[in-house]
């Protein structure tokens, strides 16, 4: 099993930058993909950024060019630099990595709320 859990987030003002991180309780190295995810109140979970083990990275078109995803393996934890932030990004931020040698092999962290203020 993987637990994992998000921290980072935070109330901040427009065009302001935060990092979030999600920490995973065992090595990363394994997992087949690692993204970030966020809900909106009354909106549905969507996707924000995604890396796989490769390396390939995929970004959702809102955020392009204003946030980064890494992952380092040393420290089994992923990260999401957040900049140039706007109202409509607030969210609640989930981390979610899928691990392929295990059932179930998707897992979620709890979320952690950003909040931008105009």
């Known amino acids: 099993q993987v637990q994992l859990v998000e921290s980072g987030g935070g109330l901040v003002q427009a065009g302001g930058s935060l990092r979030l991180s999600c920490a995973a309780s065992?090595?990363?190295?394994?997992?087949?993909?690692m993204g970030w995810y966020r809900q909106a109140p009354g909106k549905q979970r969507g996707m924000v950024a995604a890396v796989d083990r490769s390396g390939k990275i995929i970004y959702a078109e809102s955020v392009q060019g204003r946030f980064t995803i890494s992952r380092d393996n040393a420290k089994n934890t992923m990260y999401l630099q957040m900049n140039g932030l706007k109202p409509e990004d607030t969210a609640v931020y989930y981390c979610?990595?899928?691990?392929?040698?295990?059932?179930?092999?998707?897992?979620w962290g709890p979320g952690t709320q950003v909040t931008v203020s105009s």
């Open positions: 979610r990595v899928v691990e392929p040698t295990t059932n179930p092999s998707i897992y």
């Open positions: 065992g090595s990363i190295i394994n997992f087949s993909s």
